[in-house]
């Protein structure tokens, strides 16, 4: 009892103010600031008076990934702006490393404390944003504009959250409300705020950038230390994803593996994070030709670059998944409970084969499930099978590449 009391007397002072910050604060400040000359956002980005903007994206690394192509195009239109990322996720503030996009990654806590809050608050208001954009599946930080004191707030009328889409309850903050569509892809969502700015031939093609320096690093790691030949082709494999109902069984995931060492002779790559190494090992202990595991050997920029050296990729719906397809590396992608309108890759249909079979009760997003059943019904034939047409392609393109060498039709590029 005392601790239901505790926590009613810690929300009941949040909720008041937010009552009477949306009913009246945020209103007569908007009918001043139009007495004393603000005009519609639209004008203002015409004028070229929205100088500093800060975006929101707390989420982890294939969120990041398919919030790039709005971060690119936020820029191109707005060259001469100052763009901020307020990021919360570690790995998704490491996606970010490098982009040339923005000018900051503002790193927040998502804090219980009032106080705490309030800090993080003040804090930004002294950065004097002019604009504050609030991306796809945040949740109540119109409100953090609204007291950091933005001329305009802009997002959208609902929040998806853990596949569940709920009704903002502060929209009223919102100077652009634009529709959610839940069956929509999350690049193109994101791309809507952008559309609804006036913003022109918006790209939605996703990227992901790739240093010299990575990519030296990795050739290095896989032709020298651990003296892979360089005219083998590299498959890498990602049994894993950050929820566990997303994941294909391991003993398929080897049972795949060896079928294509066997046939092409390739060699596998079992890539992921630190975390996720033992069950890359179970993995390995599955197969009867072992591969090369580099769990937790990367960072998210030296990912790209190991991928840049594979031929294929077969995974679940997860962040590398996002990485492959973005940097056009061909995909066989496994998805199970996930909203795959939502979270597909958004690739060229040559480069990206999906494997999914419908159940009732998908999508969802349950932690956990007794049956798993969207993730059994896929078999080791049809990755496979998928997985060896792919190849096939490539050894046919290669082939021909070395045809016209040896024919004097010159260089393929």
């Known amino acids: 009892?005392?601790?239901?009391?505790?926590?009613?007397?810690?929300?009941?002072?949040?909720?008041?103010?937010?009552?009477?910050?949306?009913?009246?604060?945020?209103?007569i400040r908007k009918k001043a600031l139009k007495l004393f000359g603000l005009k519609g956002i639209n004008e203002a980005i015409r004028n070229g008076t929205i100088k500093r903007i800060l975006v929101t994206r707390s989420q982890c690394m294939g969120d990041m990934i398919v919030f790039i192509p709005f971060l690119r195009e936020l820029r191109r239109n707005l060259p001469d702006s100052?763009?901020?990322?307020?990021?919360?996720?570690?790995?998704?503030?490491?996606?970010?490393?490098?982009?040339?996009?923005?000018?900051?990654?503002?790193k927040f806590k998502s804090e219980k404390s009032l106080l705490k809050r309030l800090k993080q608050i003040v804090s930004l208001r002294k950065e004097h944003f002019d604009l504050f954009i609030v991306s796809s599946a945040e949740t109540g930080f119109a409100y953090a504009g609204a007291f950091m004191g933005v001329k305009y707030?802009?997002?959208?009328?609902?929040?998806?959250?853990?596949?569940?889409?709920?009704?903002?309850?502060?929209?009223?903050?919102?100077?652009?409300?634009?529709?959610?569509d839940y069956c929509q892809n999350e690049i193109l969502q994101n791309l809507k705020l952008l559309k609804f700015l006036n913003f022109k031939n918006v790209r939605s093609n996703p990227e992901y950038w790739i240093y010299e320096s990575d990519k030296a690093y990795m050739q290095r790691l896989l032709?020298?230390?651990?003296?892979?030949?360089?005219?083998?082709?590299?498959?890498?494999?990602?049994?894993?994803?950050?929820?566990?109902?997303?994941?294909?069984?391991?003993?398929?995931?080897?049972?795949?593996?060896?079928?294509?060492?066997?046939?092409?002779?390739?060699?596998v790559v079992l890539i992921g994070s630190y975390n996720e190494m033992d069950l890359s090992l179970q993995v390995s202990n599955l197969m009867k030709y072992k591969p090369i595991i580099l769990n937790?050997?990367?960072?998210?920029?030296?990912?790209?670059?190991?991928?840049?050296?594979?031929?294929?990729?077969?995974?679940?719906?997860?962040?590398?998944?996002?990485?492959?397809?973005?940097?056009?590396?061909?995909?066989?992608?496994?998805?199970?409970?996930?909203?795959?309108?939502?979270?597909?890759?958004?690739?060229?249909?040559?480069?990206?084969?999906?494997?999914?079979?419908?159940v009732s009760c998908s999508p969802c997003q349950?932690?956990?499930?007794?049956?798993?059943?969207?993730?059994?019904?896929?078999?080791?034939?049809?990755?496979?099978?998928?997985a060896k047409k792919i190849l096939e392609k490539k050894l046919e393109k290669k082939d021909a590449v070395f045809n016209n060498k040896i024919m004097g039709k010159g260089v393929v590029a």
């Open 366 to 386: 349950k932690m956990s499930c007794q049956s798993n059943e969207c993730m059994k019904l896929i078999t080791v034939n049809e990755v496979y099978g998928t």
């Open 296 to 358: 937790g050997k990367t960072t998210i920029r030296q990912l790209a670059a190991l991928m840049s050296e594979l031929k294929l990729f077969i995974c679940n719906d997860s962040g590398p998944m996002h990485m492959a397809a973005a940097i056009g590396l061909p995909v066989v992608a496994l998805f199970g409970p996930g909203q795959i309108a939502h979270w597909n890759c958004y690739q060229d249909s040559e480069n990206v084969a999906i494997i999914r079979h419908n």
């Open 82 to 106: 100052y763009i901020c990322v307020l990021a919360e996720e570690k790995l998704g503030i490491e996606t970010l490393d490098g982009c040339s996009y923005i000018n900051k990654i503002i």
């Open 1 to 27: 009892m005392k601790n239901k009391i505790n926590i009613l007397i810690k929300t009941i002072p949040i909720f008041l103010i937010r009552f009477f910050f949306i009913r009246y604060y945020w209103g």
């Open 153 to 180: 707030i802009i997002g959208f009328d609902k929040k998806i959250r853990f596949g569940e889409l709920r009704a903002k309850e502060d929209t009223r903050l919102l100077d652009v409300c634009v529709k959610f």
């Open 223 to 267: 032709y020298n230390d651990l003296r892979i030949s360089p005219d083998k082709i590299l498959v890498g494999l990602h049994p894993g994803s950050k929820q566990s109902t997303k994941c294909w069984a391991p003993l398929k995931f080897a049972r795949v593996a060896d079928f294509l060492i066997k046939d092409f002779g390739v060699e």
